[in-house]
């Protein structure tokens, strides 16, 4: 009888893209928890993170070409895509620009982010003045305790926290059929930012299965572990099934 690592298929690379105003520091800290086989890709979007020099992107369609580019050449695996809050409107909209090029991805996971036909619950903060910008992003809890106290580090990062919710806000989903791919959807029961409704119409952007997760916590429920234990599950599934993957 084959053993589980006989069985596994292509490996996977899990692309992971952040929330607004989001780094891919965060992501990086998965790679010693997840299974064999699956290779952690943190995109680092210009004017985030370690590309801080550049200037952000404030307009979505270019954004999503420079992100799709840097996927598709990326060979030998099998892709899935992770987004978080605004990250799961571009993992999708990639996933969208993927499919029409002949690669669709292994599945698509999209986190603490209504679907793309629902409009957001809350204003968008992205015109707010510093002060009350800040202010409402810690609510969020968009600022790491460790950072409360240094705000000069958390200012640098304001330009592209600001264009991201701009293009979060501009954003509207174009025409376009359903995916046909595995779609895992997960919320948090106190995030302010979703609405079970709104989580729940993730299935229609699928023809294929569906699963949506609702955790404990706030909007930033990625953090927590019992989010990691169960995504290692789906990966570690995703790694012995037969992907969608077409090149």
């Given at each position: 009888?084959?053993?589980r690592?006989?069985?596994r298929?292509?490996?996977?690379?899990?692309?992971?893209?952040?929330?607004a105003?989001?780094?891919?520091a965060?992501?990086?800290?998965?790679?010693?928890?997840?299974?064999?086989?699956?290779?952690?890709?943190?995109?680092?979007?210009?004017?985030?993170?370690?590309?801080l020099?550049?200037?952000?992107?404030?307009?979505?369609?270019?954004?999503?070409?420079?992100v799709?580019?840097?996927?598709?050449?990326?060979?030998?695996?099998?892709?899935?895509?992770?987004?978080?809050s605004?990250?799961?409107?571009?993992?999708?909209?990639?996933?969208?620009?993927?499919?029409?090029?002949?690669?669709?991805?292994?599945?698509?996971?999209?986190?603490?982010r209504?679907?793309?036909?629902?409009?957001?619950?809350?204003?968008?903060?992205?015109?707010?003045?510093?002060?009350?910008?800040?202010?409402?992003?810690?609510?969020?809890g968009?600022?790491?305790?460790e950072?409360?106290?240094?705000?000069?580090?958390?200012?640098?990062?304001?330009?592209?926290?600001?264009?991201d919710?701009?293009?979060?806000?501009?954003y509207?989903?174009?025409?376009?059929p359903?995916?046909?791919l595995?779609?895992?959807?997960?919320?948090?029961?106190?995030?302010?930012?979703?609405?079970?409704?709104g989580?729940?119409?993730?299935?229609?952007?699928?023809t294929?299965?569906?699963?949506?997760?609702?955790?404990?916590?706030?909007?930033?429920?990625?953090?927590?572990?019992?989010?990691?234990?169960?995504?290692?599950?789906?990966?570690?599934?995703?790694?012995t099934?037969?992907?969608?993957?077409?090149?």
């Amino acid at each position: 009888m084959e053993s589980r690592a006989q069985e596994r298929l292509a490996p996977i690379r899990l692309h992971c893209f952040p929330h607004a105003g989001g780094g891919a520091a965060f992501y990086g800290r998965w790679r010693r928890h997840l299974p064999d086989g699956v290779v952690v890709a943190p995109m680092e979007l210009p004017g985030h993170g370690s590309r801080l020099q550049e200037p952000p992107f404030d307009d979505f369609e270019p954004l999503v070409e420079h992100v799709a580019r840097r996927v598709r050449a990326d060979d030998g695996h099998r892709v899935v895509l992770l987004g978080h809050s605004f990250g799961a409107l571009l993992a999708f909209e990639v996933a969208r620009l993927l499919t029409a090029a002949g690669r669709l991805p292994a599945a698509l996971i999209v986190c603490g982010r209504d679907a793309p036909t629902v409009r957001s619950p809350t204003p968008a903060p992205h015109e707010l003045p510093d002060d009350a910008f800040l202010a409402a992003i810690r609510r969020l809890g968009g600022i790491p305790a460790e950072l409360d106290d240094q705000l000069d580090i958390v200012r640098a990062y304001l330009p592209a926290l600001r264009a991201d919710l701009l293009m979060a806000d501009r954003y509207r989903r174009g025409e376009g059929p359903a995916l046909d791919l595995p779609l895992l959807a997960f919320g948090g029961v106190n995030d302010g930012l979703t609405t079970s409704d709104g989580m729940a119409a993730w299935q229609q952007e699928t023809t294929s299965t569906f699963e949506l997760t609702i955790l404990a916590g706030g909007h930033f429920f990625v953090r927590d572990v019992a989010f990691l234990d169960i995504l290692c599950h789906h990966l570690d599934r995703f790694g012995t099934e037969p992907g969608h993957s077409r090149e």
